[in-house]
């Protein structure tokens, strides 16, 4: 635990030095939860947005994006059940005086069964060797078979109760199980009491006549009142989807984990509408789809896992959370839901307007139902974030920080690095970052010795350093290193252009899915 807990903090202190994240309105103290993204920040923040906006618009014929507003009609929100039911159970601690969110702390006490689980599996692979038959362990391993018992029993009572919102009931599984307060070890509760998560605005130029508005919680909503106005104009048949990048807000009263959970915060969603009766087909498509997307970054099969929901929201009839093994354990990264009909059913009642699909095949009009992938952009950006930083001990005994960042996302393509200050090399440099430019984020660094440049730009992720010394002004050649190797080769500076574009294109990646 102190070695994970030791990672997180380096990926915390590494974003804020080498300019990728920073506590929002530092001067003044901050806020809590509120993040703003620097300059190294912003391009792999972007680049990431990019693979997604490609990967689910771009290559999919009948998907198409929309960008709708935050601010939306306040009966939005009365139909798609937020004002009624966007809660969270939240508990504090007597002692400590802190507040958690009751389901999390039951999840995370869930989280360590299935880990003690896993050591068994582990040791006995190592027992057994090559002859280890996994699958057979799991199902006859008294052990293992005890531990995800109750894992599955503690979950489904859980679900359950909150279900009914029988929150006494919520609590007395947390005394039962003699969850602790993980700071101070207290196990002085209180009693468990849900908490709306909505921010609150107003809409006018007077306070007496202004409309009670929210920041919207989610970026779905925008996409489900806008059903009609985008299937009409794009022609879509069914199924078809419609995706959207934006911003979203919640008032997170536990708002930990550095950028994991934010007040403020982005989401990647896709809803695909599809006719009655196949949604669970469709469902069972987008979470392989999805996972391969993720697979694709080479981040590690064995840091992704499907968690299928024990409480499914009120909208839904099936659901699955693709999780992520990050520095503080494995948590959800992504979700893939079947919202049945209920979105657009609802806005339909709530506002009084058809939102129907008339099916030529079927020869009927109907309420689409509904397959949602949705992820969360900074979720996402830590997920990466941190499985890129690595401490590597070289050869001569030195060691290096780098940020093994996929190559497509890296925030800067090449650095171009004249070898000293003068005899020209900087304007040699010069027409290098000229030409490159137009097709990739490119910088051209003159401070300090080459071996102190190499080391800063391994620690923000740039996949190639471009090294001009006094034989490039003779033969136009230059010295090329690649990161993840330091492999340095001479190639010629009129081919730096196409050798950089079949290590960084996006193309790289997509053709990976």
């Known amino acids: 635990?102190?070695?994970?807990?030791?990672?997180?903090?380096?990926?915390?202190?590494?974003?804020?030095?080498?300019?990728?994240?920073?506590?929002?309105?530092?001067?003044?103290?901050?806020?809590?939860?509120?993040?703003?993204?620097?300059?190294?920040?912003?391009?792999?923040?972007?680049?990431?947005?990019?693979?997604?906006?490609?990967?689910?618009?771009?290559?999919?014929?009948?998907?198409?994006?929309?960008?709708?507003?935050?601010l939306m009609h306040p009966t939005t929100w009365k139909a798609s059940g937020h004002i009624d039911a966007f809660n969270d159970p939240l508990i504090d601690n007597k002692d400590s005086k802190k507040r958690f969110r009751a389901d999390v702390l039951i999840e995370d006490f869930a989280a360590k069964l299935e880990d003690k689980a896993q050591k068994e599996i582990e040791k006995a692979a190592k027992r057994f060797g090559e002859a280890f038959d996994k699958a057979q362990f799991e199902s006859t391993n008294q052990k293992v078979i005890d531990y995800r018992q109750r894992q599955k029993t503690i979950l489904e009572r859980m679900a359950k109760s909150l279900e009914n919102n029988d929150l006494a009931d919520v609590k007395a599984l947390i005394e039962e199980l003699e969850i602790a307060d993980p700071d101070t070890g207290s196990k002085n509760w209180t009693d468990v009491r849900q908490f709306n998560l909505m921010f609150g605005t107003k809409l006018g130029a007077s306070a007496e006549n202004a409309m009670e508005l929210f920041l919207r919680p989610e970026t779905a909503q925008g996409i489900f009142v806008n059903f009609l106005n985008v299937q009409k104009t794009s022609r879509h048949r069914l199924p078809f989807g419609i995706a959207q990048i934006g911003k979203a807000f919640r008032n997170e009263i536990v708002a930990r984990q550095f950028i994991f959970r934010m007040r403020e915060f982005e989401q990647m969603e896709m809803q695909y509408f599809v006719p009655p009766g196949t949604e669970l087909q469709h469902y069972e498509e987008w979470k392989q789809k999805r996972l391969n997307w993720h697979l694709a970054l080479g981040l590690g099969a064995e840091n992704y896992r499907f968690h299928d929901h024990e409480k499914l929201a009120h909208y839904a009839n099936a659901a699955a959370d693709i999780e992520f093994k990050f520095p503080f354990g494995f948590k959800e990264l992504e979700g893939i839901h079947s919202r049945t009909d209920f979105d657009l059913g609802a806005h339909e009642k709530h506002s009084g307007r058809k939102l129907q699909f008339f099916d030529p095949e079927r020869n009927e009009s109907y309420v689409p139902f509904v397959v949602e992938t949705s992820v969360g952009l900074d979720r996402l950006f830590l997920a990466i974030f941190s499985n890129a930083l690595k401490q590597e001990k070289l050869d001569d005994g030195s060691e290096r920080t780098v940020l093994s960042l996929p190559p497509a996302l890296a925030p800067v393509k090449a650095a171009i690095l004249p070898l000293v200050k003068k005899d020209g090399l900087p304007e040699f440099a010069e027409k290098i970052f000229n030409d490159l430019k137009f097709d990739f984020n490119v910088i051209s660094e003159e401070k300090d010795s080459i071996g102190k440049r190499?080391?800063?730009?391994?620690?923000?992720?740039?996949?190639?350093?471009?090294?001009?010394?006094?034989?490039?002004?003779?033969?136009?050649?230059?010295?090329?290193?690649?990161?993840?190797?330091?492999?340095?080769?001479?190639?010629?500076?009129?081919?730096?252009?196409?050798i950089i574009d079949e290590k960084v294109n996006m193309r790289s990646l997509l053709e990976k899915i």
């Not at 997180?8 to 993204?37: M, N, T």
């Not at 090294?467 to 009129?494: F, G, I, N």
């Open 454 to 498: 190499y080391r800063r730009q391994d620690a923000i992720g740039t996949p190639f350093c471009i090294t001009v010394d006094h034989e490039s002004l003779s033969d136009s050649s230059v010295t090329l290193r690649e990161r993840d190797t330091m492999k340095q080769e001479r190639v010629s500076a009129s081919e730096l252009r196409r």
């Open 1 to 70: 635990m102190a070695k994970q807990e030791d990672l997180f903090r380096d990926v915390v202190s590494h974003a804020k030095e080498y300019g990728f994240i920073f506590p929002s309105s530092e001067i003044y103290d901050g806020l809590s939860a509120v993040y703003d993204y620097g300059q190294n920040g912003a391009e792999l923040k972007n680049n990431i947005k990019q693979y997604w906006w490609k990967a689910m618009v771009q290559l999919n014929e009948n998907i198409v994006g929309i960008d709708s507003s935050i």
